[in-house]
């Protein structure tokens, strides 16, 4: 006992802004931690997928009767199997087991459960398929010219999804400018790479309720589709998440593997685990969004922006994910990333026979904010103004209200400027790098910025965007915070932890969070848009305000204070001016406990944040706050070879408020080197259809080599609708990165590169004027 | 389903070598090339598996009499850590430094990367600079017979070599460069290490007052083997690596590639790395 | 019946025995067949190092490895390094320098860092990013990696003087 209470003294100071060390760390640092992967259930069987052998065709015939026969495959299963399967995925065009045709090359054909993963991989290569080849179309230009062929019967012209936003009159804002540009940029495929490859165990239990071992973000949207997928009542499926190999946006829809381990779990009656090879992961997960963007932006000659207009190309792929609706971010950025009076967006996404793309850190931001800066610098040297400048003139401040309808109670966009120019140098090796364009070394160097804009309270999409908590302490003060809030490696559990400290008095070491099994924990939307600090962190602070305002009442009556003048502190009832301890809690809750009219402390709270759903025009305060940040790229151009080192990184994040120093350090630093990833070494090269580089190998995540020094200064704002002040941050660094570099390859060669990513050889082509910048063909 | 149906792992070359002998067997080294090849059917193992990690005469570094014998077991971690080959064949040493990763380093032997033929493999150009000869070993009819072969002769195509199925590449002999040698290892890529090359150049001369003798230039990764450049050699023979003579070897080095497209790099992209980065590979060979 | 091989070998310092199929890697031997599954499977082709274990002290990707060729050698897992002194300062080390997010490339870089600090115990900033550029992480951008193990290697362990570990 006197152990516990010792710890609890250490925690009087506050832990807002502290380093904490991640709660789940030391077990998963020494190997304890067990992810889907490793996890074996009595009796599990393990299964495979069959995947088409072509991009588009008919299914003509199916035999699985060899397969069958394999010693130790249990089930073999198609479409024919399961007459009940509901189309799945965000437009419900999306049958997990295809019936009778396959419109890419991962759509799923049948599958089999074994008691090997080898048996059931051997069974694969039994089953025999009869196709009849159709027409291909992997590029959506040509998938929208008339007489193309249809990739859905329903869905003339290949239309998935079509998007359009305006507010003002861009014609006037033409009209206005002194200066008008206008680029094709080509945003490119990428793919998350989780180092945890895609995995799930479905499970029935024997009165039939399903129980689903699943990395989704989303266990509670996803209870309700996998029931609407099952036939049964969403009340009997449990769905726990183990610890998650990293997410990124990769687990926000529901993707065929999962229902197909539901199909055979139900079809065995045993537990089935499925998961993916390396290989399968590339060749069969979403993709980031792949962009045609064409944009056109204007100014006066004294600085001030005019007009956009954005229209952009979403190649689809054959199915609809996520990926379709990056557009609700990517109007947001053209829109409101600076003051634009007039503005309008168009976007369609085709369907064609290519991979399909989901929702991946960012959401279309990077790709919206890609063309929206570089047109700031292309605009600021066009009419001979400083692109710092420029971009200062430009900015928003706090308390302005876009004409799209967002509210910017905290804006820290001009800080954020200031400060990243300012610590980089940006202003003077601008100019100093653009005077050695021309020079004799080969070597040169340029410095490049860009800021982005992102929702960091949230953002209303679905009818709710809140989250609840259950909260208790036990006769030892010990907390159990009860969250719905997932976490997918991001470090919510010790956020949550810590806001929950604050409120009590307690050290982290006095809180064991709960936040992955729907059976235990109360509804929340999911980890998606950075919301899980606001949201939970809001949630969090409620239920734990309403258990101390309990155990402060109590106190009161114990002690004869007044309520108001009592406080928590290091694990004990103190007197709010003095500190003088009062009773210690633990005791204090005992004594509740064990009285006449017991009591224990336990309070709920559900927050749903103040944001508005937008309209049909896309127009609403969508979130409840908003997030701003500026990254300066340093680089170094070879120009002999086209390779582009990052040195440097110099940001300036408005998140509000630091809550968790280290978590907010890690989140900042691994989404800069994503961005770095995205801006110049991934690349999933989609020809044909086909995956052309589906491992590692010839996938170049950035390694510990590459990293650029980092250099951040968190801008705190105060928001006074986030928790203790914050904002979320999730997204934000990887956002800007590849604006940013771009702006920097430019001012060390004089050259604008409008298509990503910006691997040597890809550079050096435009540094010979051998590349084939983007086009826009599509029929308008 | 494998069809491995034994694991042999022999403790001499007697042994290693009448196994051999009997037929239906893979060798392996290091398994850094041979377990992924053999995962992805590129190269299904046979019916006997054999280890020659534990065979002695396989092993060590050592230099006799002006030949560096290295053992074709000898790991690149070894080779990276070893002051002989850092001291005498520095371009070998840049080559084991740019290798892959310290857990493959700890685990692929230069037999293994030679026996691979990988036109891109990292020690196969330095070793054509160095007029390294292949030490090949069998027991055809009970007696050992030794076989040495210049290694320029040994690639015959990507994964293919002059090596016979009962023989073992038992060693690499390297003569020692002689005073004056200068040399220099060029990988293309964006990382230090873990990047298969879209090209590698090496280079070695002696240089004697100013002017570049025995001069030896290989390319890999832009034909079917790794390659010597033997116009783009003569250019650069008797000459100073000034401007000129740099020019005349690249035109002859691009006239002697046939590089291919794939998702690596285009082939005119090779060609350009060719073109820009040879002059500078001699030019940091010639830095004193 | 397809051939299994009869091995034997030292597992965290416990004399072990296994049958494996002749073409099994170690890494799945260690997973499937043992039930240690602190070691990762994140590529199969030894390009992430997620499945990094010390061989003899040294380090592999055990996915790259037959596990007939543990046979007689001394093999050195997450769960062995973790319950040892200097794996449990690692562990410190990552844990306190923030370098775990979603952690599943971490058993693999713990195990990388201890086998570059038997190594070398005072290597710098550029040896520590050489030593794991085979190791892959999403999450962390290796800036809390590298922290962590400059933080591990500062200053004595007592563990590595008290013990003299040669490893």
Known sequence: ??????????????????????????????????????????????????????????????????????????????????????????????????????????????????????????????IRVEYEPLPVLTDATAALEPGAPLIHADRPGNIAMTFDYSHGDVGQGEAESDVVVEDVFRLHYVTHCCMGVSGVIAEFEPNGNLRLYSNTQVPFLHKREFAELLGIDPGRIRIIQPPIGGAFGSKLDIYPFEPIAIFLARITRRPVKLVFTREEEFLASPTRQPVLFRLRSGCRKDGTLTFRVAETLHDNGAYTSWGATTPFVMMQTVSSLYRVPHCKYHTRAVYTNNPYAGSFRGYGNLQATFAVEAHMDRLADAIG????????????????????GMHFRTCGLKDCLKSAAERSGYVEKRR??????????????????????????GAKIYPSDGCGTILKLDDFAHVTLITGASEIGQGSETVLAELVCEELGLPIAAVTVVNNDTDITPWDVGVHASRTTFIAGNSAIGAARKAKAKILAAAAAKSGHAPEALDLRGGFVVLKASGERV?????????????DKAELVMTTHYYEPPSKHQDRGFKGDVSAAYAWATQVCEVEVDTQTGIVRLLRVTGAHD????????????????????????????NLIVEAGAIRNPCFRDYKLVTAPEIPEIDVEFIETMDGEGPQGAKGVGEAPAICIAAAVANAIENATGVRITALPFTPENVYRALRGAAQPPQWRPAD | MSAVERFAAPRSLEEALEILRAGEVTVLAGGTDLMPQSHSGKLPLARVLMSVRRVPELQ???????????????????????????????????????????????????????????????????????DAQVVLVSKPDGAMQVRRLPIAEFF??????????????????????????????????????????AISIGFGAVRERGVLRAVRVALGAVAPTPIRAARAEAALEGAAPDEQALAAATAAALEAIHPIADVRASDWYRRELVRNMLPRVVRRACED | ?????????????????????????????????????????????GECGACTILVDGRSVNSCLMFAAECDGREILTIEGLAATERGERLVRAFTDAGAVQCGFCTPGLVMQASALLAADPQPSEAEIRRAIEGNLCRCTGYRKIIDAIVAASSGPDPALAAAGEGQ
């Not at chain 1, 509000?656 to 691994?670: A, C, K, T, Y």
């Open chain 1, 1 to 126: 006992m006197s152990a516990v209470s010792e710890n609890r003294e250490l925690a009087t100071v506050s832990l807002i802004g502290a380093r904490i060390p991640k709660m789940d760390a030391p077990e998963k640092a020494s190997g304890r931690a067990r992810y889907i992967h490793d996890l074996q259930l009595p009796g599990m069987l393990h299964a495979k997928i069959l995947r088409s052998a072509h991009v588009h065709a008919k299914i003509v015939a199916i035999d699985t009767s060899q397969a069958k026969k394999l010693p130790g495959v249990h089930a073999v299963i198609t479409a024919a199997d399961v007459p009940w399967q509901r189309p799945i995925g965000v437009a419900k065009d999306h049958l997990p087991l295809k019936p009778d045709r396959v419109r890419s090359l991962r759509d799923e054909i049948a599958a089999v459960a074994a008691d090997t993963p080898e048996i059931a991989e051997a069974a694969l290569g039994l």
């Open chain 1, 385 to 404: 103004m400083d692109p710092l400048e420029f971009r200062l003139k430009n900015a928003q401040e706090p308390g302005e209200t876009t004409p799209q």
């Open chain 1, 432 to 457: 100093a790098y653009r005077a050695r364009q021309m020079d004799a070394n080969p070597v040169k160097r340029g410095i490049g910025m860009a800021s982005m804009l992102h929702v960091g309270g």
């Open chain 1, 583 to 595: 009773i210690e809690l633990g005791k204090l809750i005992r004594s509740l406990h064990f009285q």
């Open chain 1, 655 to 682: 998140v509000g408020r630091v809550l968790n120093r280290l978590g907010i350090e890690g989140q900042i630093e691994g989404g800069v080197v994503m961005g770095q990833g995205y801006a110049l070494t991934e």
């Open chain 2, 60 to 130: 060590g570094i050592a230099e006799t009499e002006g030949t560096i014998r290295i053992g074709a077991a000898t790991t690149i971690r070894e080779l990276r850590a070893s002051s002989l080959v850092r001291g005498r064949l520095p371009i070998l040493w840049q080559a084991c430094d740019r290798f892959a990763s310290d857990q493959v380093r700890n685990a692929a032997t230069i037999g293994g990367n030679v026996c691979n033929a990988s036109p891109a493999g990292d020690t196969l150009v330095p070793l054509l600079v160095l």
């Open chain 2, 156 to 197: 015959l195509g990507p994964g293919r070599t002059r090596r016979r199925p009962g023989e073992l590449l038992a060693a690499i002999e390297v003569p020692a460069p002689p005073a004056g040698f200068v040399s220099e290892f060029y990988k293309f890529g964006t990382r230090p290490a873990l990047d298969i090359s």
């Open chain 3, 1 to 45: 019946m397809p051939a299994r091989i009869d091995i034997e070998f030292t597992l965290n310092g416990v004399r072990t025995r296994a049958s494996v199929p002749p073409a099994m890697s170690t890494l799945a031997m260690l997973r499937e067949v043992l039930g240690l599954t602190g070691t990762k499977y994140a590529c199969g082709e």
